[in-house]
């Protein structure tokens, strides 16, 4: 099993056409790996297998570089149909949540889960909703252990958080961590 760091690595490394992964991994989330890796080859054609149905999530993923999304319950055979659009410069999603997600685009009011932190503030708040101390989250970012507790209060004040506990709440609804 790769985390999100890892899988950054691995395809800066391996140089793929196209990459399958999850949104829920430790270190670093799905969404957070595809702009990474988007940024450092933008042709890499990536797609979400997921358990997360949620439309929502589905948009925030199209919005961060996927081409793919289709959930883990598909049949073997759409995962295929869907490596198979991409490679051509497809984009490919399941029709198991199509619609609702048409109706999620089309909600224009609605803000994408997420948007309102930076992409470091994400990490950080990943990390803490794992578990890890400020000294941990400071290494494994390397940065200032002063810098993560920086990241931390600004993003409790993005959030409105008041605690750690309700940082983790966020983190768990924006689907950075699961339960």
């Known amino acids: 099993m790769y985390d999100g760091r890892a899988l950054v690595a691995a395809a800066a490394e391996l140089n793929p056409d196209v990459v399958v ?20 080859r933008p042709a890499t054609k990536i797609i979400i297998l997921t358990m997360h149905a ?14 793919g999304y289709l959930l883990k319950t598909s049949p073997g055979e759409e995962l295929v149909e869907a490596v198979r659009q991409v490679a051509q410069g497809r984009a ?15 909600d224009a009011k609605k803000e994408p889960t997420g948007e309102k932190l930076t992409g470091r503030q994400r990490e950080v708040l990943q990390l803490i909703a794992e ?8 290494s494994l970012l390397h940065i200032s252990p002063r810098t993560a507790e920086s990241h931390k209060y600004e993003i409790m004040e993005v959030l409105g958080a008041q605690n750690t506990a309700e940082l983790v709440q966020h983190a768990i609804r924006m689907k950075l961590v699961s339960v």
């Open 21 to 40: 992964t999850d949104i829920g991994m430790p270190l670093l989330n799905g969404l957070d790996a595809i702009r990474q890796i988007k940024s450092a």
């Open 131 to 138: 578990g890890r101390t400020m000294k941990e989250v400071a």
């Open 54 to 67: 949620e439309p929502d999530l589905a948009a925030d993923a199209f919005r961060a570089g996927a081409s």
């Open 92 to 106: 490919y999603l399941t029709s198991l949540i199509a619609k609702d997600l048409i109706t999620v685009l089309l």
